[in-house]
């Protein structure tokens, strides 16, 4: 099958038509005229949605296509320079910090000169020593190999940092910051049945004491149930260990009190609403606020904290309770 797509931008719209040739059809993604004849002249697809009303003076051109191309070569490398750049700019930071710190170098070695005399536990600043079992000179000689390698410490610092400084500057010169644009999603016309059965959600609805419970009769109305209309300390009901209908509990006004008719009502419920034939239910149930949805899987719910409940099944729930 031959076919190939035709896009036009106009403003932050993007309008596509695909063609089918081995068809002679073309779908256009803004209409619900899906299937029309093949036009030989391609740009009058979008002349009802505004391909007319822009300037046609200055057609396409080699360099318009080249430039954009080029465009799309700085794009590519965009996300790995911001890395390269907040890494660099931390590291100059630390740098600084410890050069900071080493500003202490001329009083210290003032220190060491005019010391008459030195603690076995020396401390200046931020600089320690344990000089224990050393004599006056011993331990100066000390203090004046740690000052030697502080110095050393310095020069290498700043060239660290002057290093690293230069690397900086050469990332902002070699790439030019290129600030990556909104995806474009093309407008897509879907007809009225489509948008209204994708927003529809069915369920089961019971009104029992002071409480209200929703059942839902698919995974999409679970999920829906759960995310619109339950609250944090609402309560979700399950069969344990079977795939079964989610059933949520809401109080009208008053206190959410969870007895045994309660748990024998959701029990029959669900047991009916998931078309199982048990005689004895295992209930899980749990508060709302501890569901999570699992990506991908409709329906589906992650739970912790979680109680468990065993109810025998009656045929003659909805006379008894309802």
């Known amino acids: 099958m031959k076919s190939k797509f035709l896009y036009f931008f106009k403003g932050h719209e993007v309008y596509f038509v695909h063609e089918v040739t081995s068809e002679n059809k073309a779908i256009k993604s ?10 030989n002249n391609a740009f009058e697809y979008f002349d009802e949605v505004g391909r007319k009303s822009i300037d046609q003076t200055k057609g396409p051109t080699n360099e318009s296509i080249d430039l954009y191309f080029e465009y799309l070569s700085k794009l590519k490398r965009d996300k790995s320079f ?10 100059i930071k630390a740098i600084e910090k410890d050069i900071d710190k080493l500003k202490i170098i001329e009083n210290f070695e003032k220190e060491i000169i005019n010391a008459t005399k030195i603690d076995d536990d020396f401390k200046f600043n931020w600089v320690k020593l344990k000089l224990y079992g050393m004599k006056f000179y011993q331990k100066r000689d000390k203090l004046f190999e740690r000052l030697k390698k502080l110095k050393r ?4 610092a700043k060239e660290r940092l002057e290093s ?11 790439q030019e910051i290129v600030n990556l644009p ?3 999603m093309p407008v897509w016309k879907y007809s009225n049945k489509e948008q209204s059965s994708s927003k529809k959600c069915e369920y089961e609805q019971i009104f029992f004491k002071n409480l209200e419970i929703r059942v839902g009769k698919n995974s999409a109305s679970n999920d829906l ?17 079977r795939s079964s209908s989610h059933a949520y509990v809401k109080t009208i006004k008053g206190t959410l009190i969870l007895d045994q008719e309660l748990f024998e009502l959701l029990g029959c419920l669900l047991n009916d609403a998931s078309k199982l034939h048990l005689s ?5 149930y749990t508060k709302c606020k501890y569901l999570n949805s699992v990506k991908g899987s409709p329906g589906s719910v992650i739970f912790k904290k979680e109680k468990r409940v065993r109810v025998i099944y009656s045929s003659e729930w909805r006379k008894k309770f309802l």
């Open 82 to 91: 911001g890395k390269k750049k907040k890494k660099l700019t931390k590291k």
């Open 153 to 156: 410490g310095r020069i290498v």
């Open 164 to 174: 690293t400084r230069k690397e900086l500057d050469l990332l902002k010169e070699d």
């Open 225 to 241: 149930i759960r995310s619109s209309w339950s609250k944090k300390e609402d309560y979700w009901f399950h069969i344990d260990n």
């Open 280 to 284: 004895e239910i295992d209930l899980i």
């Open 30 to 39: 803004w209409s619900f005229d899906n299937k029309v004849e093949i036009n």
């Open 182 to 184: 909104k995806s474009k």
